[in-house]
C-alpha cells in the first residue's frame, strides 16, 4: 500500500465584483477496493454551501452555491489516499475474451452499448489507418497484447501538447498534425478501442509523476476498457502504459467534455483570468 496526498488548487480572478452562480466540483478520487480515502478536505473563498451526490457513473460530484458577490474565487482539495493497485498486470481475463476478437454477452452489452458508440467515421481515413497500423484481421492475439499494442502505438506516434483550451480534439486533428494533450490522446484510443468493437470511457485523475512535458502540476486524462473477468481497466496512452497506483481516477465518463474538475458560470465582467496548480505526493 503506498499514501499520497494530492493537493489541487484552482484560482479564478475576476475583472471586477461578480456573482457566481452553482459550480460542479469533481475533486473527490473514486474509491474502490484499490483507493481509500484517508482524510479530505475542501476550502472554497467566498464560503459556499456544499451539496454532495453520485452522478450517473459513481463520481462523486459536490455543488457549491454562494451567496455573496467577489472578485475572487479560490478551490483548494487537499486529500489523502490509500492507493492498493501496485499489482495492475494481476489480472485475468474470461476465457471467452482472452483473445481477440470477441463479442460481450448480452446481458453486458445493455449497459455497455453507450460506451462503444463512435461518432467517428468507419472505414477508411485517418482513424483506419491507425487501426491497422496494430491490427489486421486474421491476425491471433490477445485482446489485453492488442489494447496494449494500441497504447504503445499511439504513444510512439504522437507527441505530448500542452493545450490550455478546452474540450478535447478530434480524432482526425490529432492525427493529422501528429500531436495532442493528456485528453487528445486518451480520446483517440477510445476511438480506436470502440471501433475494434470495445466499450471504453474516459478517466479524469491525477498522476504521480516527477514534473515533466507529460506533469508540470494539472490534472491528467487517460482511458479505461472493460476487459470481462477482469472489469474496466485503465490504459495511458501518453505514456504508453497500464495504469497502476501512480494514477488516481476522480471520474469517468463516456464523454470526455462531461466530467471537467469545476464547473461553473458568473454574472459580471467578462475579463478572468485562471491559475491551476497540481501536487502529488508520496506520503511516508
Keep these: ?22 459550480h460542479t466540483l ?21 464560503a459556499a454551501s ?10 462523486s460530484v459536490a455543488i457549491a452555491t454562494f451567496d455573496t458577490h467577489t472578485d475572487q474565487l479560490i478551490i483548494e482539495s487537499e486529500i489523502i489516499i490509500q492507493q492498493y493497485n501496485e499489482a495492475p498486470l494481476d489480472f485475468l481475463v474470461a476465457d471467452y475474451a482472452i483473445d481477440y476478437p470477441f463479442n460481450y454477452k ?27 497500423a496494430v491490427w489486421q484481421p486474421g491476425e491471433q492475439i490477445q485482446s489485453y497484447a492488442l489494447l496494449q499494442r494500441l497504447c504503445v502505438h499511439i504513444q510512439q506516434t504522437l507527441a505530448y501538447a500542452l493545450r490550455e ?41 491525477y498522476l504521480k ?11 491528467h486524462a487517460w482511458a479505461e476498457v472493460f476487459l470481462p473477468g477482469a472489469g474496466w481497466k485503465g490504459f495511458d496512452p501518453t505514456l504508453g502504459l497500464v495504469v497502476g497506483n501512480d494514477h488516481t481516477a476522480v471520474a469517468v465518463s463516456r464523454l470526455p467534455e462531461a466530467i471537467p474538475p469545476v464547473e461553473g ?3 459580471g465582467p467578462p475579463a478572468t483570468s485562471l491559475d491551476v496548480g497540481v501536487w502529488v505526493t508520496e506520503e511516508y
Excluded at 109 to 120: D, G, I, K
Excluded at 176 to 203: E, K, P
Aim: charged fraction near 25%; proline fraction near 5%; include cysteine.
Design 265 to 267: 458560470s458568473f454574472i
Design 106 to 132: 448480452s446481458e453486458d452489452l445493455a449497459v455497455l452499448s453507450p460506451y462503444m458508440f463512435s461518432s467517428e467515421q468507419q472505414g477508411t481515413g485517418p482513424l483506419a489507418d491507425l487501426i491497422a
Design 1 to 22: 500500500m503506498q499514501r499520497y496526498k494530492i493537493l489541487h488548487r484552482t484560482y479564478y480572478n475576476f475583472a471586477g465584483k461578480v456573482w457566481l452562480e452553482p
Design 209 to 219: 509523476a516527477e514534473p515533466s512535458a507529460f506533469n508540470y502540476g494539472s490534472t
Design 26 to 46: 469533481r475533486l473527490r478520487p473514486r474509491e474502490n477496493h484499490e483507493l481509500r480515502i484517508e482524510s479530505s478536505e475542501l476550502k472554497i473563498t467566498p
Design 50 to 59: 456544499l451539496r454532495w451526490f453520485r452522478d450517473v457513473e459513481d463520481n
Design 165 to 205: 483550451e478546452p474540450g478535447v480534439q478530434s480524432v482526425e486533428d490529432t492525427l493529422s498534425i501528429c500531436s495532442g494533450s493528456c485528453r487528445d490522446q486518451a480520446y483517440l484510443f477510445m476511438q480506436a478501442a470502440r471501433h475494434l468493437g470495445m466499450a471504453t470511457r474516459f478517466v479524469s485523475g
